[in-house]
């Protein structure tokens, strides 16, 4: 306790006013995890792994950055990263202009296939 304000460690003194301090920790401890996680990349679908793995490899044989990618490709960098992590939030327009900068070709087919 300080002798002077009378005020006791775990509290503030505001304005004539004291406050205890609470431990947040316990508080923390307490509260629930986010609903939504980042998936890794283990997570993913094999085909959007695939995917990514095939950008980043032609971004890298290149010697692009992604954002002189983003650039080239009138993207965001944002773009560049997530079609990259794989996670399927990039917009197809973006995936296309970006194949198209890479010189990849993306071709569809039926699953019977």
Same mark, same amino acid.
């Given at each position: ?8 460690? =775990? ?5 004539? @006013? ?10 923390? @401890?307490?509260?629930? @995890? &986010?609903?939504?996680?980042? &998936? ?5 679908? &094999? ?29 965001? @960098? ?32 039926? =699953?019977?296939?």
């Amino acid at each position: 306790m300080c002798e002077k304000s009378g005020i006791t460690a =775990g509290q503030r003194h505001t304005r004539g @006013r004291s406050y205890v301090m609470h431990d947040l920790s316990s508080i923390r @401890r307490g509260m629930a @995890r &986010p609903r939504r996680t980042n &998936p890794q990349r283990g997570d993913l679908m &094999p085909e959007l792994a695939g995917i990514s793995q095939a950008f980043i490899e032609r971004r890298l044989a290149l010697q692009l950055t992604q954002e002189t990618l983003a650039d080239l490709a009138g993207v965001s @960098r944002y773009s560049v990263q997530t079609l990259e992590a794989g996670t399927g939030a990039t917009k197809i327009s973006s995936v296309l202009e970006i194949a198209n900068i890479l010189g990849l070709r993306l071709e569809l087919s039926s =699953g019977s296939e």
